[in-house]
């Protein structure tokens, strides 16, 4: 079964540090998504991305987030100047038609701890 | 705004016993709704869905309906394993977006 790849699956990073988190879509699929979970939390929205530009991102995803799809395979998200509150386990998900009532596929996660 | 409420964790059971996980949701429209389960060390996988009211999902043994009346979508399984220890997520779908719960941490003893 197609499955969605990321990459680390672990990162320890110091504050103030920039990260890139990695993922690998399903091939065929149009419509990328960021989530993430702080520990004991909600698995939050952070942002959707189609055609090569966000469609929608949560209050979460300011200007120290981006995404990226720099090839025809990886999605990206980057973080400029990490926080302390940023520590979470990240997900990417793939879609391929954009349409959540059919549910989506997700990887399995990049722990993030900013130290 | 919409929203998804589930019991509070860790629920430990013996191994065949009867499980559920109540989940209850605030929405306007008609979402999806949908059981999602993170095995450890592993992402999010969608157990089961439904789309409509009075829709059943099911899937290795667990089902869930969809109860408009109660806005609930409980989960239930009649007898679980070891292996179903896991952290079960009731979702549902806004727009182009899934909402999640906080999710219930699910522990089976043999």
């Known amino acids: 079964e197609p499955e969605v790849t990321q990459t680390p699956s672990h990162q320890v990073t110091q504050m103030g540090q920039e990260v890139i988190l990695r993922c690998v879509p399903i091939?065929?699929?149009?419509?990328f998504y960021w989530y993430r979970q702080i520990l004991g939390q909600k698995v939050e929205f952070l942002v959707s991305?189609?055609?090569?530009?966000?469609?929608?991102k949560s209050e979460i995803f300011d200007d120290q987030f981006s995404v990226e799809r720099p090839d025809g395979s990886n999605f990206t998200l980057k973080i400029r100047s990490t926080k302390l509150e940023d520590s979470a386990m990240y997900f990417c998900?793939?879609?391929?038609?954009?349409?959540?009532?059919?549910?989506?596929?997700f990887g399995s996660g990049t722990r993030l701890t900013v130290v | 705004g919409d929203s998804v409420t589930q019991m509070e964790g860790p629920v430990t059971l013996s191994e065949e016993a009867f499980l559920t996980i109540n989940c209850t949701y605030t929405?306007?429209?008609?979402?999806?709704l949908f059981w999602y389960v993170q095995y450890p060390g592993e992402g999010l996988q969608l157990l089961l869905k439904?789309?409509?009211?009075?829709d059943k999902g099911s899937n290795k043994g667990f089902e869930a309906t969809y109860r408009k009346e109660t806005t609930s979508f409980h989960l239930e399984k009649g007898s679980v394993q070891v292996s179903d220890s896991a952290v079960y997520f009731c979702?549902?779908?806004?727009?182009?977006?899934?909402?999640f719960g906080k999710g219930t941490r699910l522990h089976i003893l043999p």
């Open positions: 439904a789309t409509k009211a009075d």
């Open positions: 091939s065929n699929h149009l419509y």
């Open positions: 998900a793939s879609s391929p038609q954009g349409d959540a009532r059919a549910g989506y596929t």
């Open positions: 929405a306007t429209g008609y979402p999806s």
């Open positions: 979702a549902l779908s806004r727009d182009d977006k899934i909402i």
């Open positions: 991305f189609y055609n090569n530009e966000i469609s929608e």
